[in-house]
T-cell receptor, first 111, second 113 residues
Framework: SQQGEEDPQALSIQEGENATMNCSYK?????LQWYRQNSGRGLVHLIL?????REKHSGRLRVTLDTSKKSSSLLITASRAADTASYFC???????????FGQGTRLTINP | DAGVTQSPTHLIKTRGQHVTLRCSPI?????VSWYQQVLGQGPQFIFQ???????GRGNFPDRFSARQFPNYSSELNVNALLLGDSALYLC????????????FGPGTRLTVL
């Protein structure tokens, strides 16, 4: 079963705009991670945020985590065509030795 | 440094056959995890191995098995293939066991006819 649920399922924006994707999960976690996947290839790790952190930045990426609402958001600022990909959140339920991925958000950046 | 490598890249099998997929982790990484990704969905956890021992198993039938070798490379075996086993099989390595940052390989695309 998928613990993480991304929203929206698909997002199409113009180059230069900001893109926001959301992830909700069901159980307590140790950390939450965001990954990017281009066209059915391997996943690339973007950022990891631990349960005791509320916000984290990496370049044009900003991730927030609200453990009281069991939700996270990924913001990509000043989007580029190369950001076109599927984005997945992954959580590790406490006590479970595995990552559980959501179904992903398909992001399209239009030039 | 080389990233995670997987072989083969693509594979076509028929129902009932078995398949072996291979993975070499990043040098120095002792943990290997396997995921199945069906088209249009997120990856589903199959196994995690650390120091040659199974550390986690997902909700997959016994037709799926894996092992890790002394050099930390790993094999995923699937017996009695079904059409529904068609998917992208992803291998990921990490330096520790558990659920910290995973480094993924490019995957093996398995098609079962």
């Amino acid at each position: 079963s998928q613990q993480g649920e991304e929203d929206p399922q698909a997002l199409s924006i113009q180059e230069g705009e900001n893109a926001t994707m959301n992830c909700s999960y069901k159980t307590s976690i140790n950390n939450l991670q965001w990954y990017r996947q281009n066209s059915g290839r391997g996943l690339v790790h973007l950022i990891l945020i631990r349960s005791n952190e509320r916000e984290k930045h990496s370049g044009r990426l900003r991730v927030t985590l609200d453990t009281s609402k069991k939700s996270s958001s990924l913001l990509i600022t000043a989007s580029r065509a190369a950001d076109t990909a599927s984005y997945f959140c992954a959580t590790d339920a406490k006590g479970a030795q595995k990552l559980v991925f959501g179904q992903g958000t398909r992001l399209t950046i239009n030039p | 440094d080389a990233g995670v490598t997987q072989s083969p890249t693509h594979l076509i099998k028929t129902r009932g056959q078995h398949v072996t997929l291979r993975c070499s982790p990043i040098s120095g990484h002792k943990s290997v995890s396997w995921y199945q990704q069906v088209l249009g969905q997120g990856p589903q956890f199959i196994f995690q191995y650390y120091e040659k021992e199974e550390r986690g198993r997902g909700n997959f039938p016994d037709r799926f098995s894996a092992r890790q070798f002394p050099n930390y490379s790993s094999e995923l075996n699937v017996n009695a293939l079904l059409l529904g086993d068609s998917a992208l099989y992803l291998c990921a390595s990490s330096s520790l066991a558990g659920t910290d940052t995973q480094y993924f390989g490019p995957g093996t695309r398995l098609t079962v006819l």
